[in-house]
């Protein structure tokens, strides 16, 4: 079993990747729309088509897989398998 840590940090971490998925589609992605042309898209979906993303399946995917379990089982319900707190 991979061991993530405690809840606290658990939700520490998801406040902080909420955070930054809302920075990146307020701010990040508006001046990337307004900026940026059509080669720099295809530039950046080329360079993403190269990268081993565990989320599509190109790496380890038992041991995401392991991970993905214990944050669930952690998590509390409802968004998780773990007690409501």
């Given at each position: 079993m991979v061991n993530?840590?405690?809840?606290?940090?658990?939700?520490?971490?998801a406040d902080f990747?909420?955070?930054?998925?809302?920075?990146?589609?307020?701010?990040?992605?508006?001046?990337?729309?307004?900026?940026?042309?059509?080669?720099?898209?295809?530039?950046?979906?080329?360079?993403?088509?190269?990268?081993?993303?565990?989320?599509?399946?190109?790496?380890?995917?038992?041991?995401?897989?392991?991970?993905?379990?214990?944050?669930?089982?952690?998590?509390?319900?409802?968004?998780?398998?773990?007690?409501?707190?």
């Amino acid at each position: 079993m991979v061991n993530i840590g405690s809840a606290a940090t658990i939700h520490s971490y998801a406040d902080f990747t909420w955070k930054h998925l809302k920075a990146e589609e307020q701010d990040f992605f508006a001046l990337a729309e307004t900026h940026l042309e059509t080669s720099d898209w295809d530039a950046i979906a080329h360079a993403f088509s190269e990268n081993n993303d565990p989320l599509a399946g190109h790496a380890d995917s038992n041991h995401f897989s392991q991970l993905l379990k214990e944050i669930l089982n952690k998590t509390p319900a409802p968004l998780g398998l773990g007690n409501a707190h």
